[in-house]
Nanobody, 115 residues
Framework: QVQIVESGGGLVQPGGSLRLSCAAS????????WGWYRQAPGKQRNLVAT???????TSVDSVKGRFTVSRDNDKTTLYLQMNSLKPEDTAAYYC?????????WGPGTHVTVSS
């Protein structure tokens, strides 16, 4: 069983930056493609970015050029560097495998972008 804990969220002004971390227990971390997802209040949870075991990344158009996903397989940790944050980035952010595994959802970390 994999346990996931996201951290690094907070309140930031528009244009600011945050770095999210996702610590995953278990030995399977390095074998999977992982993703960052977010869920804004009252909306469904959506994929933001992915990173394959070999390091290939993808991201949705709304965050391209602003968000960077990375991973450290030795530390079994996933990261999301978020720059040039916008109010519409406000959401709870989660990590999970891609495609997501139902039992792996963590508590998430909240990001609020507001002046």
């Amino acid at each position: 069983q994999v346990q996931i804990v996201e951290s690094g969220g907070g309140l930031v002004q528009p244009g600011g930056s945050l770095r999210l971390s996702c610590a995953a227990s278990g030995r399977i971390f390095g074998y999977y493609t992982w993703g960052w997802y977010r869920q804004a209040p009252g909306k469904q949870r959506n994929l933001v970015a992915t990173i394959a075991s070999g390091g290939t990344t993808t991201s949705v158009d709304s965050v391209k050029g602003r968000f960077t996903v990375s991973r450290d397989n030795d530390k079994t940790t996933l990261y999301l560097q978020m720059n040039s944050l916008k109010p519409e980035d406000t959401a709870a952010y989660y990590c999970n495998t891609f495609p997501p595994s139902i039992g792996y959802w963590g508590p998430g970390t909240h990001v609020t972008v507001s002046s």
